[in-house]
């Protein structure tokens, strides 16, 4: 008890810190780039103070420029050395926290859903209750002074986070089934398939052009993820199709994503990332009401005893909920620093580390020849993700 307790106040604690810390950083980040400015700026506007005579004010004009050229070379050659050595402690902390928020959110969700009955316990009902405790901490910050702004969102921007929202808490809730199905690892396994979906439903719906290239990687994807089920001891048909699913949505939800942050005007209204992505779980959250009380709502009297007799349910749905909240906003803060590609391979080496040591927590099957695929999947989502700029360099 004493233990989930202190994680549950550390993450609180490191959010709140890497949110101070990144807003320290970029301000002072500011002020130098302003004093830097300033300065370039007067070094073009050097001029006598006392007019002379008989100096030929052209070529004292020359050396003046001569000076400022010079001057100017030599800070730009302190500014690309330290460029050069310099560090994204930011960052660096951004994919820190984001691989052990996804690690402890992964350790913690089965916790619960194992607590709760596994697959004939109450998925749907704690993958809801597990974007509440995101709603509640989002909220809190827009309550806490100085934390976060209120984003200026108008009913029309609303509208149209709607589809977002909805492929979002479907990706989560079908993700959380899959878990409660099936291993850890197996659903990892699963979810390394969705750059497949993604192409698919980005080429044949949204009429966006997929490279040669990136379409021969996803048989290597498939393969992997085929040879890796093939050895599962715990397969469950639930589970594959559930982790599919859960694919599809994610899939839909980058799509409707990049269509969503065109509209004219939206970014200024919502802030920042982190009010997108508070305003998309609260959605998701009133969403994933109807799907609870339609899927699990005659047994929800059940869920309450459980609740009230087994602590465990309660603690990690309460420690699962906040370390996803924490995760995907970090994941979305690290796209924004760096880029597709990099999240695409960080989001790679996270699997693995998901996959290992969660089996090696919860005891699940390690076996080689699930190894061997699950290498194989990930490393083709590994090509899938840099293959057009490894051509692009060759040419």
């Known amino acids: 008890m ?86 994204d402690i930011p960052l660096l902390l951004y994919f820190l926290f984001w691989y052990v928020g996804n690690y402890y959110y992964n350790l913690t969700n089965k916790l619960a859903l194992r607590a709760a009955g596994g697959s004939k316990g109450f998925p749907m009902t704690i993958s809801s209750l597990q974007l509440g405790v995101g709603c509640i901490y989002a909220l809190f910050l827009w309550a806490a002074p100085d934390a976060r702004s ?49 192409a698919i439903l980005s080429h044949f719906v949204y009429e966006q052009k997929i490279s040669k290239a990136k379409w021969l990687c996803l048989p290597i994807v498939i393969g992997g993820v085929i040879l890796a089920s093939v050895s599962e001891l715990n397969f469950a048909f639930s589970a594959l199709i559930a982790g599919c699913i859960a694919n599809l949505f994610a899939a839909f939800k980058g799509n409707e994503n990049k269509k969503l942050m065109t509209t004219h005007g939206l970014k200024n209204r919502m802030g920042s990332v ?53 995760y995907n906003e970090l994941a979305t803060m690290t796209l924004k620093k760096t880029g597709a590609v990099t999240q695409s391979v960080a989001n790679t080496a996270k699997r693995v580390i998901v996959i290992v040591g969660v089996a090696l927590v919860l005891a699940e099957s390690l076996d080689p020849m699930k190894l061997l695929g699950c290498g194989i999947g990930i490393g083709g989502v590994l090509l899938y993700s840099i293959i057009d700029q490894l051509i692009s360099r060759k040419r």
């Open 2 to 87: 004493m233990n989930t307790k202190f994680v549950l106040s550390f993450l609180i604690s490191i959010l709140s810190l890497i949110r101070v810390f990144s807003f320290h950083v970029q301000a002072t980040s500011n002020s130098v780039n302003n004093v830097i400015r300033t300065n370039s700026s007067n070094l073009g506007r050097q001029t006598p103070l006392v007019k002379l005579t008989g100096v030929d004010v052209n070529l004292q004009a020359k050396k003046i420029a001569l000076q400022s050229s010079t001057t100017g070379k030599v800070i730009g050659s302190h500014r690309d050395q330290n460029q050069a050595i310099a560090i």
């Open 150 to 198: 209120v984003p200026s969102v108008t009913k029309g921007d609303i509208v149209k986070m709607l589809p977002v929202a909805f492929c979002f808490m479907g990706a989560h809730s079908a993700s959380v089934f899959a878990l409660s199905a099936g291993a850890v690892s197996f659903g990892q396994i699963v979810k390394a398939a969705e750059p497949a979906f993604a």
């Open 274 to 326: 982190g009010n997108q992505f508070a305003l998309t779980t609260l959605l998701s959250f009133l969403m994933s009401i109807p799907v609870v009380l339609l899927k699990e709502g005659s047994r929800l009297g059940e869920f309450i005893d459980i609740l009230k007799s087994n602590p465990s349910v309660s603690i990690n749905i309460l420690a699962s909920g906040l370390w996803f909240y924490g």
